[in-house]
């Protein structure tokens, strides 16, 4: 479950150091992006996964007669568990946003509601990194710095 609210401003609850080091990070092709919102976490038959934003698929209320509720999960086939069953017209639109390397098709998709969305993108071009789910935005900005803030753009925070 997450911790806040739909916030109006992502920015407000990442802590001051590291929103330095995201703005550093924004200077070049690719500037980081943090988004609140819902999205679908899909699993491969080869068990890879990858994250689809609602903005991007929508997300209906129900699916099968089934709400989609936080942590709902939706299968393409019957998995024997508690998931419901996830139509192939959906499953196919889901894996046209399967990520390049991501191999095979769509088994399942968790629903995921409240979670700040990341990724580094590159403004008016189609460059971009995938997408990443996270419960806090702090998490989300921590993440990116993890992963692509180069050495001269991280900010030491133990000094503050």
Same mark, same amino acid.
């Given at each position: 479950?997450?911790? !806040?609210?739909?916030?109006?401003?992502?920015?407000?609850?990442?802590?001051?150091?590291?929103?330095?080091?995201? =703005?550093?990070?924004?200077?070049?092709?690719?500037?980081?992006?943090?988004?609140?919102?819902?999205? @679908?976490?899909?699993?491969?038959?080869?068990?890879?996964? &990858?994250?689809? /934003?609602? =903005?991007?698929?929508?997300?209906?209320?129900?699916?099968?007669?089934?709400? #989609?509720?936080?942590?709902? #999960? &939706?299968?393409?086939?019957?998995?024997?568990?508690?998931?419901?069953?996830?139509?192939?017209?959906?499953?196919?639109?889901?894996?046209?946003?399967? /990520?390049?390397?991501?191999?095979?098709?769509?088994?399942?998709? #968790?629903?995921?509601?409240?979670?700040?969305?990341?990724?580094?993108?590159?403004?008016?071009?189609?460059?971009?990194?995938? @997408?990443?789910?996270?419960?806090?935005?702090?998490?989300?900005?921590?993440?990116?710095?993890?992963?692509?803030?180069?050495?001269? !753009?991280? !900010?030491?925070?133990?000094?503050?």
């Amino acid at each position: 479950m997450p911790n !806040e609210t739909n916030p109006a401003d992502v920015r407000s609850l990442i802590a001051p150091a590291d929103l330095r080091t995201l =703005d550093r990070m924004g200077r070049g092709h690719m500037v980081p992006v943090i988004d609140y919102g819902d999205c @679908w976490e899909c699993e491969t038959t080869r068990g890879e996964g &990858f994250t689809v /934003p609602a =903005d991007v698929q929508y997300i209906p209320a129900q699916i099968g007669g089934v709400e #989609t509720a936080d942590g709902a #999960t &939706f299968s393409v086939e019957d998995e024997g568990d508690d998931s419901a069953t996830l139509p192939q017209s959906v499953a196919r639109s889901l894996a046209d946003y399967m /990520p390049e390397g991501c191999s095979g098709e769509v088994r399942s998709a #968790t629903i995921r509601r409240g979670v700040y969305l990341c990724r580094m993108s590159a403004p008016g071009y189609m460059d971009c990194t995938d @997408w990443e789910a996270h419960d806090t935005a702090q998490s989300a900005a921590d993440s990116l710095i993890e992963s692509y803030a180069l050495e001269d !753009e991280a !900010e030491d925070t133990d000094t503050e």
